[in-house]
């Protein structure tokens, strides 16, 4: 042969890559369904199949694997929350989050860069160090900065009193930082893969049979599907479903907005929240800029938000670091997050026999991960709450015994 | 960015309003014979529907005023806004 034909190759295409999990047959009965493969679905499932050998398990996803908030979200990771139920179940899963790439046996990008927290006022001084001394009290890594120290710690910091919103202090959690969420999503599903767990991507449930007060099972757009235990995990999909099942919860679903800037040079090794200014940042490892702050305003199923809190954001951060001003934003999102009415997360039985609930994580869902699915999935497996999910009952709607997590929340939403 | 449709003052940036949450919600009519559960109910339980939804919104860079409006809250598309204490439009279809 003559021609382009016979030209000799420059490059042979690489062999079709692995798949790190089976296409399952879907099954007729499982003894657990997990709806929601995102990352705490899937952390679920794991932790169902690793610590109780429960592996007869379906997690069920409407759109993709770590497709939802799990592929939307800025990655964060910290634990220094205010009360004790929060320090308790945070710090659970930074523990796991420490030995997790290990664990799991994939690699997580997990990086330990710290996070601070900036105060701006005297009042913001005042609450960031009761925070602090709670954290503290709790044995959880906290530190408090001058203004000097945090600078330090991030020379691009503006700290001149010269400025609107001056930097007046700081909490550091050095054991703090950020992950790969991709990354953690596909170990997770490939280690509960490898013990037998079923990953069935587009099957969307469109109700739950309840009888006798007693799960029985799904209806999907892949036919019914029996289980002797069903655990939502759908985070701002929540109310859909237990409106499926037949009561109501205390949550809203809002849109949570986040962006990147282009791929810029390393100038920013450890993540900074402010809740005055209003704007957390961090540089994820290729070199983008990674910014997130409060919700949309206003109940939505959307995945968008309005511009202009974009610009709010961005208007804070070149307020903290001058030299972002020329960085060129490149994309933004918005997920949909499930807030309760303290900002705690709802985990626990529910009104119905045999199915779980697991959310309200709201806009802080990432960091807890490991230690949600690790809970829940010991939840699921003795029908009882985990001893670190006890306060996190619906009951506490009723009784009062609110988890209030607004204000020692990195920001407010 | 939303373009709310005042019923005083006409359309205007989402910007100048702020939300309010699910429309007639009223407070309870007897209160001292309330249970601890329909004090749940009414403090912290509201509907989170996906698709149309009544809400209240507030003027608070223009009159200043509460209105109740129907919007879908899968599309962002909205139905007729309506001032306080005046009959509900029917749900859009």
Known sequence: ?????????????????????????????????????????????????????????????????????????????????????????????????????????????????????????????????????????????????????????????????????????????????????????????????????DLIQGCEVTGIKVEKGKVQGVETNLGFIAANKVALAAAGHTSTLTQMAGFRVPLQSRTLQALVSELLEQVLDTVIMSGAVHVYVSQAHKGELVMGAGTDAFNSYTQRGGFHVIEH????????????????????????????????????????????????????????????????????????????????????????????????????? | MLSIDCPWCGARDETEFHYGSQAHVSYPENPDQLSDEAWAEYIFYRDNPKGWYQERWVHTAGCRRWFNLWRNTATHQFGPSYKPFTQAPERPQ
């Not at chain 1, 999102?333 to 609930?357: M, Q, R």
């Open chain 1, 1 to 197: 042969m003559s021609g382009p034909l016979t030209r000799r190759r420059t490059a042979e295409l690489p062999e079709h890559p692995d798949f790190l999990w089976r296409k399952p047959e879907l099954k007729k009965a499982y003894d657990v369904i997990i709806i929601g493969a995102g990352g705490h679905g899937l952390a679920t499932a794991y932790y169902l199949a690793k610590n109780f050998g429960i592996t007869n398990v379906a997690v069920l996803e409407k759109g993709w694997l770590a497709g939802g908030n799990m592929a939307r979200n800025t990655t964060i990771i910290r634990s220094n929350y205010l009360w004790d139920e929060s320090a308790g179940i945070y710090e659970h899963s930074l523990k796991l989050w420490e030995n997790l790439e290990e664990e799991v046996g994939y690699e997580m990008f997990f990086s330990q860069r710290g996070v601070m927290t900036l105060a701006h006022s005297v009042g913001d001084v005042r609450s960031k160090q009761r925070n602090f001394y709670a954290n503290k009290v709790n044995g959880i890594d906290t530190e408090w900065l001058t203004p000097e120290e945090a600078k330090k710690i991030a020379p691009i910091l503006n700290i001149s009193d010269k400025i609107r919103y001056p930097i007046m202090g700081a909490t550091y959690q050095a054991r703090g930082g950020i992950a790969k969420h991709d990354w953690v999503a596909w170990g997770y599903a490939k280690a509960a893969d490898d013990m037998g767990v």
């Open chain 1, 313 to 413: 954001q961005l208007a804070a951060a070149c307020e903290l670091f001058p030299i972002f001003s020329r960085a060129h934003l490149l994309r933004t999102w918005g997920g949909i997050v499930d807030i309760a009415p303290d900002a705690s997360p709802i985990l626990g039985l529910t009104p119905v026999e045999n199915l779980f609930i697991n959310s309200g994580w709201g806009t802080g869902g990432f960091k807890a991960t490991p230690g949600s699915g690790w809970v829940y999935a010991d939840t699921i497996a003795n029908n009882r709450p985990h001893e670190l999910a006890k306060n996190y009952s619906l009951k506490r709607f009723t009784t009062g015994h609110l988890i209030d997590e607004h204000g020692a929340a990195g920001v407010a939403h």
